[in-house]
């Protein structure tokens, strides 16, 4: 890049949005293979996050060079020639698929996963592979086969999983975009940590096809973007009913920027008093707090909601995910695909010993929870119960919504925390999805969004909740409070 | 039962549908492919893949739904049975456990005892829903090591489990008969046992006669013959009354049946049995079936076996037992109601259809669908005996040229051929003289008193004819001109 213009365009592009890497392409100001040659640099360059698992720069380049050919033949769309980068549990032709475990290591699909397949039409050009939690397992990405990722923020510190690396690699800007997938807070809990807007949309909405199952009535794709804005534009080509998924609701495709220039005056917003109680860490609150007063400003009013069962989330969400988990997993048996165990005595020696060598500590912690649950004589006072327990979470979520529009409180109740922190405990680890796990039982959108620092200098993050199809409205007050501040541009030093 | 012992048997049996694609895959379900061509990415459970339910299968279990009576819930539930088996590509099969497509219903049968009269009996059915199959695993193939075979897995099966109201293997025989005649009838499995279609289950105990508690139960796998079924059940049913009267308890548990050797062996007992840890599938949705769908099938369905046979001895005035057997395939039914209802004569109609015609589609190994004589010939042909126009001799000659396509019309080849019954008392009369002139010696035989000599002379005269003289006239004039 000798070109003085080709150089201040670039500059312009390393921290730009989607939406403004949109336009930059539009005008013809940068092709898709300057951007993919601009982003892969940026991951050569900060490799020691370690958000990027496979990175093939000949196969993105080869999708920008057809980015640019579609352009030059007239095409437009705010999608063709921008780069993007997809979390590991997409399964992809062009990149290895691990799903950050040993048991993946090296697999290949045959097929694209339906949201990777969506944005490739789109003309987004993908990157590579992140790193994430084993299996989406986990709240610090410190479960990965592949090692942990570091927070952009904070070295020391864990960028918050099981989307670590998606999240990691927007708030770096290696990417301008991700995607992740939330089971029970694994797009928020990271966006919260790594200061960048996370979204989950509606259970049902996007495709499930070619994800890899963790617990397949909560699995969620979602994004991790810079802006609110960013992340509606890409809903746009990316939610859709899909038959191969039985889950996916048939609904008509909508516009999900047709909000964004909303007033927020009369927008009522419930504030769930039990999302502020005990634990909850005081730089969190502030920040969190300052957030409503600035939507208040805005003329959004603020209603008290009561949501008291949704204390119970943890406990309903580690049984009913892992006794999922525990039946998703069972093909990982070294039978077909994948690794399989070197010496053994007979086939089912052999799937023991491939699962006890293919599998990390956590996954084999949720197999043996989740088969524990739903064994003969546990079955009714825990699967059943929990799924009892999981249907009042969610009729008291529409109690709330008769109310409020929408719902608001914190994501986490701490800054990102330092790594080996929490993973000598794993209940400890757990209560960390206690404000994001609620919605994910409910199957409502939710996201986070940045909203000031806390301890440390590290992110904080607002978490906003909506009734399910009500993604639009919740993207328009989070794109309007990102209007009125700043801290979703703020990029980490050194980036 | 002997000595004062009273079987008590269900049957569990797996019924493969006749649907194109399986059951949560597009993948076809033919048979005999080389091994994993018939095998897509979900029967593989490759990572990211989810189940599409088969909508074919869904109508497939209400159309037995229909015929047998039962409930067909109007939202049954997809469960996951979890084990490990290297052919069980998931870890676990999606079937249905709490509630089940089809609940009741229930199936009549002709019982035929080895000693005894046979009788009809009614078995309540407890219920029907729709599962997966397993793959195969293939360990005779490979030295030391086990063979995966894909092409199976995800081949849709209906299991019909009935209620343990089976006194005897011959009741058990009765009932498998039935039902496999009744899930070929309705169109939703090809009925071929070799292959695996249709395959039983049978749960065997025994109690004291006039006992009102079950004896402990053992269930025999995976019977895919009715032969089979009858011998594992007899012998399941000695080895229990022996080891009883030896003192001994049987203890539940799974057997194999070893045609072999004629006997059961221990698979697994009750102990080991597996924990299938059961739950609602989360990657389907309930199965809703609604009014509207069961009333279209209903329209789809053909009449039913049972009621069929009631309507042929009502409309046809046929025996039961000739009902009976023209109802055992619908094709058969359907063929033999064409040629009736063009036929004069209901009864010769049956006759012909149950004699001539099946002993030459046995003779040929062909089945009626690929019948080379159209029901509308036949029909002629048996009208054509009934009004006279030819003998019974012709007309089976008359059967074979059809049959052979030598003849396509029975009424252009019997004026070609010059078929027509000779009835013309002059002519007759004019025949058998010239026969008696013939044959002095003969004549004199049966003057004599030798009876066989008559016989000799009919037979020249129907040489005379070429067969076509009207046999009665022909036995009357002759007995009269020996007089």
Redesign the interface.
């Known amino acids: 890049m000798t070109n003085p213009t080709t150089n201040a365009t670039t500059a312009a592009s390393e921290h730009a949005t989607l939406a403004q890497l949109g336009e930059l392409l539009d005008r013809r100001e940068v092709s898709a293979v300057e951007l993919a040659t601009l982003f892969l640099g940026r991951i050569e360059r900060h490799r020691d996050l370690n958000a990027f698992l496979d990175v093939r720069p000949e196969v993105t380049l080869a999708q920008a060079r057809a980015a640019d050919q579609r352009r030059a033949r007239g095409e437009t769309g705010a999608l063709l020639g921008v780069p993007i980068a997809h979390k590991d549990v997409f399964v992809t032709r062009q990149w290895h698929t691990t799903a950050s475990s040993r048991m993946l290591r090296g697999y290949d699909s045959p097929f694209d996963a339906a949201v990777v397949e969506q944005f490739a039409q789109a003309g987004m050009v993908c990157l590579g592979k992140l790193n994430c939690d084993e299996f989406a397992m986990g709240s610090s990405n410190e479960n990965s086969a592949y090692g942990k990722v570091l927070n952009p923020w904070d070295r020391a510190a864990v960028p918050g999983g099981s989307s670590g690396g998606s999240a990691a690699a927007v708030a770096a800007r290696l990417a301008p975009i991700a995607t992740a997938t939330d089971t029970g807070g694994s797009i928020r809990e990271p966006a919260a940590f790594s200061g960048v807007t996370g979204t989950k949309p509606t259970y049902g909405r996007p495709s499930r096809w070619g994800m890899i199952a963790f617990a397949s009535s909560l699995d969620t794709a979602g994004l991790l973007t810079a802006s609110a804005r960013d992340c509606a534009i890409a809903f746009n080509a990316m939610l859709g009913f899909d038959p191969r998924d039985s889950t996916s609701v048939d609904r008509p495709r909508e516009d999900y920027t047709r909000h964004l220039e909303m007033d927020l005056r009369g927008l009522r917003i419930g504030v769930p008093a039990e999302f502020f109680a005990a634990g909850l860490e005081a730089e969190v609150e502030a920040a969190v707090r300052a957030a409503l007063r600035e939507l208040e400003g805005l003329g959004a009013v603020l209603v008290d909601v009561s949501l008291p069962t949704a204390a119970l989330g943890i406990p309903v969400y580690y049984v009913v995910a892992s006794a999922e988990a525990s039946s998703n997993l069972s093909r990982f048996d070294g039978v077909r695909y994948g690794m399989r165990a070197e010496r053994y005595d007979d086939l089912m020696d052999m799937m023991c010993k491939t699962r006890a060598q293919g599998f990390g500590a956590e996954v084999k912690r949720r197999v043996l929870v989740g088969t524990y649950v739903l064994s003969h004589g546990y079955y009714d006072a825990y699967f059943l119960q929990a799924s009892r327990v999981r249907r009042l979470i969610a009729d008291e979520f529409q109690r709330a919504f008769t109310q409020c529009d929408l719902i608001a409180g914190p994501v986490t109740s701490g800054v990102a925390f330092g790594f080996g922190e929490k993973s000598a405990d794993p209940v400890t680890m757990y209560l960390a999805d206690l404000y994001t796990v609620p919605s994910s039982l409910a199957g409502i959108p939710a996201m986070s969004l940045p909203c000031g620092f806390g301890r440390l200098g590290r992110p904080v993050g607002l978490q906003l909740m909506a009734n399910h199809f009500d993604e639009a409205r919740m993207l328009a007050a989070a794109h309007r409070y990102q209007c009125a501040t700043d801290w979703h541009l703020r990029v980490p030093g050194g980036f | 039962m002997s000595g004062g012992w009273e079987t008590v048997i269900g049957l569990e049996t797996h019924v493969q549908l006749r649907t194109a694609s399986k059951i949560f895959s597009g993948a076809s379900t033919a048979f005999g492919a080389a091994a994993n061509t018939q095998a897509s990415?979900i029967d593989?459970?490759?990572?990211?893949?989810?189940?599409?339910?088969n909508a074919g299968a869904v109508e497939m279990a209400v159309r037995l739904g229909i015929a047998v009576g039962g409930r067909i819930a109007p939202r049954s539930v997809f469960a996951?049975k979890?084990y490990?088996y290297?052919d069980l590509?998931?870890?676990?099969q999606i079937s249905q456990y709490e509630i089940p497509v089809v609940q009741g219903g229930s199936l009549g049968f002709a019982v035929a005892p080895r000693d005894g009269e046979p009788y009809v009996k009614t078995v309540e059915l407890t219920r029907a829903h729709l599962e997966e199959d397993a793959g195969k695993s293939l360990h005779e193939e490979y030295r030391g090591m086990?063979g995966?075979d894909l092409n199976r897995a995800g081949t849709p099966l209906l299991e019909i489990v009935s209620e343990p109201q089976m006194r005897s293997s011959a009741e058990a025989l009765g009932y498998a008969r039935t039902l496999h005649a009744l899930v070929v009838w309705i169109g939703i499995c090809d009925g071929n046992m070799q292959e695996g279609s249709f395959r039983c289950d049978a749960n065997v105990s025994v109690r004291p006669a006039g006992a009102s508690q079950f004896g402990t139960r053992v269930e025999i796998k995976n019977l895919n013959s009715f032969r089979f079924l009858q011998l594992a059940i007899d012998h399941e049913v000695r080895r229990q009354i022996e080891l009883i009267e030896d003192g001994g308890r049987v203890v539940q548990e799974t057997r194999l049946y070893d045609p072999d050797r004629d006997q059961t062996r221990s698979m697994r007992s009750k102990e080991d049995a597996a924990?299938y840890?059961?739950?609602p599938d989360?990657?389907?949705?309930p199965l809703e079936i609604t009014p509207a769908l069961i009333e279209r099938v209903r329209g789809q369905l053909p009449e039913l076996p049972g009621a069929m046979r009631e309507r042929l001895v009502r409309d046809y005035a046929l025996p039961a037992a000739d009902a009976a057997a023209l109802t055992a395939s619908l094709p058969l039914a359907r063929y033999f109601e064409a040629v009736a209802l063009a036929a004069a004569d209901k009864k010769a109609a049956a006759n012909w259809t149950m004699g001539e015609l099946a002993a030459a589609l046995n003779a040929s190994g062909i089945g009626i669908e690929a019948c080379p004589v159209a029901p509308g010939e036949l029909a002629v042909l048996v009208n054509r005996v009934s009004d006279g126009t030819i003998n019974g001799k012709t007309a089976k000659e008359l059967f074979a040229l059809l049959w052979s396509g030598e003849a396509q019309s029975v009424d252009a080849a019997i004026a070609a051929r010059g078929l027509e019954q000779i009835s013309d008392a002059g002519a007759i009369e004019r025949i058998v003289d010239e026969i008696l002139a013939a044959h002095p010696a003969a004549v004199a035989e049966y003057r004599g008193g030798k009876e066989k000599a008559f016989q000799s002379l009919v037979g020249q005269a129907m040489k005379a004819t070429r067969g076509k003289a009207n046999p009665q006239q022909l036995n009357e004039i002759l007995r009269r001109k020996l007089g």
Do not use: C
Not at chain 2, 282 to 285: M, N, R
């Open positions: 990415v593989l459970a490759l990572p990211g893949v989810l189940p599409v339910l996951r979890n490990f290297p590509p998931k870890g676990y086990s995966i924990d840890r059961y739950f989360p990657d389907l949705l």
